[in-house]
Nanobody
Framework: QVQLVESGGGLVQAGGSLRLSCAAS?????MGWYRQAPGKQRESVAR???????AYGDSVKGRFTISRDNAKNTVYLQMNGLKVEDTAVYYC???????????WGQGTQVTVSS
């Protein structure tokens, strides 16, 4: 069992930045982030493998950057140029393969005000 502990959410004005962190209790191949806004489906934000291969959702490309410290089993999501529509609960996840999600974090709220 791998535990995921998220941090870094909060309230920010549009155009601002936030950095989310997610620490895993053990090494695992793929880590990433989904988000879910009220009344909307869960949306893939970004993911990264232990090799450093990354992928981003279309709505965040060019604004968000995912990175990883394998020594700390920690993934980071740097969010720049935040928009009101980025408001959501952000969930960290981890998986043993690229398209497999085995574990979820508890979620952290990101609120972007206009």
């Amino acid at each position: 069992q791998v535990q995921l502990v998220e941090s870094g959410g909060g309230l920010v004005q549009a155009g601002g930045s936030l950095r989310l962190s997610c620490a895993a209790s053990a090494s695992i191949n793929t880590m990433g982030w989904y988000r879910q806004a009220p009344g909307k489906q869960r949306e893939s934000v970004a993911r990264i493998t232990t090799r450093g291969d990354t992928a981003y959702g279309d709505s965040v490309k060019g604004r968000f950057t995912i990175s990883r410290d394998n020594a700390k089993n920690t993934v980071y999501l740097q969010m720049n140029g935040l928009k009101v529509e980025d408001t959501a609960v952000y969930y960290c996840y981890a998986g043993t393969a690229l398209t497999i999600i085995n574990y979820w974090g508890q979620g952290t709220q990101v609120t972007v005000s206009s």
